[in-house]
């Protein structure tokens, strides 16, 4: 999709359109904390873009329209836009909220060709959802993934199987998945630039500087993917993060942000049948450097109770050096889903604490967050800074190393 957020944004408040609107953290006349999720292609003229600071933002669009994100919004149309992609195949791996690979092999024969099939699917999302979204068409993912990039917004990029080496060859090496800030400088120490200049080299060589992830590189770099569309995978991890206003110091306040993360979090993995063997919990100081601290259980759980404690623990053994705090955050990883995962002997021990907490899921997930909260939560400061919530998926992707 094209500036999702943003573009739902524009649609639902037709006197956005034709503005920069940037969603994200609030600015707060450009001393906000934060970042930037999303942002208008009129945003980006003003060189604005994702993951951008919203402090940095605001400083070269100060006049620009600055919105808290509507997850909410943002999921439904999300479900419709996979409805629509699943009326043409059964084959739809989403890979975002916004985003998603399709398998149309089996559909041209009763649908046209992939340029019709593609067309077809712009008119839809146009028609029903009122936005626009830009298709790549390849023999294989990485390849449609760089064409679906290539000519935003409403675009659509084909690329044949002959045309394949010739498509990647000119671009910059930071297209390819895998390369970020970390191996962007190798590849340029040995001279390798561009994805063809990657091809042209020899696999031992690449092998040889990267080890397993050389192979990984090369074969991407000549259009070598033999990965199939998978139509689900699990979750790797889930996460929820605060970034406050001000840098803090006061133990109460960060018990109490602590405590409305693992409450979310729980709540979210209760809700989708995960449990979790692996508690992380990350701290960002004031001087931005930043802390992670895990500690893995010997069975699975998505107790609210055993996850508490475990985070509490690790924050109180963490040593904060007498700086303030800019960032908490919380995470599970290494799950399960209920249905396979074991009946932890702390979920038994805790099975009255936790009855709970199923109750105010009922209540939560039919009428949403704020219908009812624990009551130590009531006035907590910060829970309207819930700015990062993660569902990492299992799955190889674009991602950076």
Same mark, same amino acid.
């Given at each position: ?22 969603? @994200? ?14 942002? =208008? ?64 092999? !089996?559909?041209?024969?009763?649908? !046209? ?19 626009? $979204?830009?298709?790549?068409? $390849?023999?294989? %993912?990485?390849?449609? %993934? ?31 998945? !895998? ?19 990657? $091809? ?102 998505? =107790? ?35 249905? @396979? ?33 624990? @009551? ?26």
């Amino acid at each position: 999709m094209d500036a999702f957020f943003a573009a739902v944004e524009q649609r639902d408040h037709p006197e956005y359109k034709g503005l920069p609107v940037i969603v @994200g953290a609030d600015p707060k006349d450009g001393k906000g904390r934060g970042v930037v999720s999303t942002c =208008s292609y009129e945003a980006r003229k003003y060189g604005i873009h994702s993951a951008m600071p919203i402090s940095q933002a605001y400083r070269l669009c100060p006049l620009g329209i600055y919105l808290r994100g509507r997850m909410s919004v943002y999921q439904s149309v999300s479900r419709q836009l996979m409805q629509i992609l699943s009326d043409f195949t059964s084959l739809v791996e989403p890979l975002s909220i916004d985003e998603a690979f399709l398998d149309i092999t !089996g559909s041209i024969r009763l649908l !046209g060709t992939p340029e019709k099939i593609a067309r077809k699917i712009q008119q839809r999302i146009a028609d029903e959802l009122h936005l626009t $979204a830009s298709i790549g068409i $390849a023999p294989n %993912k990485f390849v449609a %993934k760089i064409a679906s990039d290539l000519n935003k917004p409403n675009g659509l990029v084909i690329v044949e199987e002959h045309q394949i080496r010739d498509f990647l060859a000119p671009l910059p090496i930071s297209k390819l998945w !895998g390369v970020g800030k970390k191996t962007q400088p190798i590849f340029l120490k040995y001279g390798i630039r561009t994805i063809g200049e990657l $091809a042209n080299s020899s696999k031992e060589r690449i092998v040889t500087i990267f080890g397993n992830s050389g192979l990984h590189f090369w074969n991407l770099a000549n259009g070598i993917d033999d990965r199939d569309v998978v139509t689900h995978t699990p979750a790797k991890s889930v996460s929820q993060e605060i970034t406050f206003d001000k840098d803090i110091d006061d133990l109460t306040e960060l018990h109490k942000t602590l405590l409305y993360l693992v409450t979310e979090l729980t709540r979210l993995i209760r809700k989708d049948h995960y449990k979790a063997k692996t508690i992380t919990l990350k701290v960002r100081l004031a001087d931005f450097s930043t802390f992670t601290r895990s500690h893995t259980l010997s069975d699975f759980t998505d =107790s609210f109770n055993l996850i508490h404690s475990v985070i509490s623990d690790l924050f109180h053994r963490f040593n904060c050096h007498n700086k303030k705090i800019r960032l908490l955050g919380v995470a599970v990883s290494n799950l399960n889903t209920q249905q @396979g995962g074991q009946i932890s002997i702390f979920d038994q021990e805790n099975q009255e604490k936790d009855k709970a907490d199923k109750v105010l899921d009922l209540i939560q997930n039919k009428f949403g967050v704020d219908a009812i909260q624990k @009551g130590t939560l009531i006035d907590l400061k910060h829970r309207d800074r819930l700015t990062d919530q993660k569902i990492k998926q299992d799955k190889p992707g674009p991602g950076k190393r």
